[in-house]
């Protein structure tokens, strides 16, 4: 655990750049959420056939860009020269994908906080976690609040950890398995992000009664928030963009 001192993270995060108003995990979404006032951000980071860690969720293309198959089988030369954008709307057509490069300037030079969620393809989760941490030190070196990097990967962080430890993890997890907890403070997790559809008082008081913090995801409904709000939640990862507005208070519609 590399964090002293109080959480330096945002309660609300945007999820994938900014939801689903923009494509996910692009620049154009990115900027969508600072417009929308988010200083922090959630995004899926996995790495191409030549090493260069790039944001994308899925393990394939078709979904969210122009190309096609395991997106882990091709070099960044050719990933970066699809378009990531035109799937979603005619507006965002041309939009590259994103390495991690160019959203860590983005990130530095406007002094937003950055959740990389390390999604590694199957069967590359310990160069994914090893990469991410080690270019995280190359990237946000002398800053003052490096990124979270999250993972449902156990193996993901703890490579992260055994190249890097120094920056702060968090266990993802979908359910509330058996073992949940040993296995976030086995790896040295400074928080656990959790499916809002599990996350309760008792999940907060036990990660607080232990120095770690509590975040949930995704949640895009008022009455969710609220319920998250009211018993202590420490981030909350949305699509929502608009209608939740990080400067008030509370959650707003
Ligand atoms: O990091 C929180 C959330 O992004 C995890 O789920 O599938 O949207 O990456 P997913
Ligand atoms: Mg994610």
Request: charged residues 20%; glycine residues 8%; contains cysteine.
């Amino acid at each position: 655990m590399a964090l002293t001192g109080p959480w330096p993270y945002p309660l609300w995060v945007a999820h994938r750049g900014a939801g689903k108003l923009a494509p996910e995990n692009t620049l154009a979404a990115f900027r969508l959420g600072a417009q929308h006032g988010y200083r922090a951000f959630e995004c899926d980071v996995k790495l191409s056939a030549d090493g260069v860690p790039f944001l994308l969720h899925d393990a394939t293309l078709e979904r969210t860009s122009s190309g096609q198959g395991t997106a882990s089988l091709l070099e960044w030369s050719a990933l970066s020269r699809l378009d990531a954008g035109g799937w979603h709307s005619r507006a965002f057509a041309g939009e590259p994908l994103l390495s991690l490069d160019a959203i860590a300037a983005y990130c530095i030079g406007n002094g937003f906080a950055l959740n990389l969620e390390i999604k590694p393809t199957p069967g590359d989760e310990l160069a994914t976690g090893r990469k991410v941490a080690t270019e995280v030190a190359r990237l946000w070196a002398g800053q003052a609040v490096p990124p979270l990097l999250s993972s449902f990967s156990l193996d993901a962080l703890r490579a992260a950890r055994d190249a890097d430890a120094r920056w702060p993890r968090a266990l993802l997890l979908d359910t509330l398995r058996e073992g949940w907890f040993d296995e976030a403070k086995a790896l040295g997790c400074v928080a656990v992000v959790t499916n809002h559809k599990v996350m309760d008082a008792a999940v907060i008081a036990r990660l607080h009664d232990a120095g770690r913090r509590a975040l949930a995801y995704t949640v895009n409904d008022t009455e969710t928030a609220q319920r998250l709000l009211a018993i202590g939640i420490d981030g909350i990862i949305t699509d929502a963009v608009d209608r939740f507005s990080p400067a008030a208070a509370s959650a707003q519609s």
